[in-house]
Each structure stands twice: as structure tokens, then as C-alpha cells.
């Protein structure tokens, strides 16, 4: 927030924090989307540790080597087991096990990179949405459903909820914003931004910079 008041031409900032995700940290989207098979996707999907410990149900503690195995996955995450395990001094089966705990605890998440023109339409766009606070949770799981959503998420700013959308055509946006956003619960107040181009790609949230 330091910087980029001083880029050239940079004339305004608006910044919005994620406070809650209801759509998009799967594999969902490329499930609606339909290019992968059913046994394509659950190739791609976590699978639970042996051990069948409950995400979430104590704190994880990390150690100096999970989190190197972590740096080393950031930089490549097709690293082969082989160089991980020499890395961090461990057997390829513990690196494996590591891996495979770090993931059901949610520690660990490996995102899928694919080239735009697979799955996106012809029109992307961004839509804000003002909620009744009350009935936010049941429009952000109501807006998750939607086929054309591919992200969607509770956040800070004049409005309250966030979603991307993609959509072949003006005509289907329209009738998408009349016939199926308007009858979300909750409803006051919809902004639409069309995305132009992506000079950056998402990080942990799907909140690229774009144009």
C-alpha cells in the first residue's frame, strides 16, 4: 500500500479483505466447467491421511523440516519426492506421509495451473453484491451453487460479497443478473466490473490484479 500510490498514472486503490470463501478453493470450478472426467478429478482430489486424523481438530504444529519441505513445494510444485527427501533429510516414505498429513489439515494446498483459454468463456466479470448481513451466509452458499461462478467470497468494503463470473455472452449476462443474481437472499445492491485482462495471476484467493 506503499508502493502502488506511486506508480505512474495509478489514480485510485481500492483494497477488500477475504473474510470468508464459499466457492473456490477446489476443484469445483473445473468440475462445473466439465473438461476433466469424474476420474480425472479424482486423481487431483486430496485424499485422507491413514492415520484419519480430523482436520482442524488441534492446532498443527510445524517443524524447521516441514517447513523447509513447504519453501521447497512454493518454488516447485511438482517436485519429485526424491529431491524433497534429500532436501530435508528425510525417507521418500516419510516425505510421502508428510506431504499427504499436511493436506488433510489444510497446511498444505496444491492448485491447479491451466492456460485461461481452457476453461474460461468469452466473458469474465467481477460482481459485487450488497447483502443484508443476516442472510450472508445463505446467499454466499445460494451464489456458490451457480454454475457461472467460479470464485466466491464473503468480504470487507461497501459491499459484502464478492464473486468472478464467466459467461459466453452479454445476453447470458444479462439474463444471468436478472433471473438468477436478483433472486439471492438478501439482495439490496449489485456492481458489475468486466475484466478486461489479467496482468496477474491469484495467489492463495482468487483476487487477481486486473484490468
Known amino acids: ?15 477488500h479483505c477475504v473474510l470468508h470463501v464459499f466457492f473456490g478453493q477446489d476443484l469445483g470450478f473445473i468440475n462445473k466447467s466439465g473438461p476433466l472426467t469424474d476420474a480425472q478429478v479424482a486423481a487431483l482430489t486430496p485424499r485422507p ?15 524447521d523440516r516441514d517447513r523447509l519441505l513447504l519453501d521447497l513445494l512454493a518454488r516447485d510444485g511438482r517436485a519429485p519426492v526424491g529431491e524433497l527427501a534429500t532436501a530435508t533429510r528425510l525417507s521418500e516414505s516419510t516425505v510421502r506421509r508428510r506431504i499427504n498429513d499436511l493436506r488433510a489439515e489444510g497446511v498444505l494446498y496444491l492448485d ?15 460482481l459485487w453484491l450488497e447483502i443484508d448481513p443476516a ?18 467470497a464473503a468480504v470487507t468494503g461497501a459491499t459484502n460479497l464478492y464473486a ?3 459467461v459466453d455472452s452479454a445476453q447470458l449476462l444479462y439474463r444471468y443478473l436478472t433471473q438468477t443474481v436478483s433472486g439471492l437472499p438478501g439482495l439490496r445492491h449489485t456492481v458489475t466490473t468486466p475484466i478486461h485482462r489479467t496482468l496477474k495471476g491469484p495467489g492463495p484467493y482468487p483476487l487477481p490484479l486486473e484490468l
Open 112 to 126: 491447479v495451473d491451466y492456460h485461461p483459454d481452457v476453461l474460461h468463456r468469452k466473458l469474465r466479470i467481477g
Open 49 to 63: 491421511t491413514d492415520g484419519g486424523r480430523t482436520a482442524g481438530s488441534e492446532p498443527v504444529v510445524l517443524d
Open 1 to 15: 500500500m506503499q508502493k502502488l500510490p506511486r506508480i505512474p498514472r495509478v489514480v485510485d486503490v481500492s483494497t
Open 135 to 152: 442472510r450472508l451466509a445463505e446467499a454466499g452458499e445460494a451464489l456458490a451453487a451457480h454454475p457461472e461462478v467460479s470464485f466466491a
Open 164 to 166: 468472478s463470473i464467466q
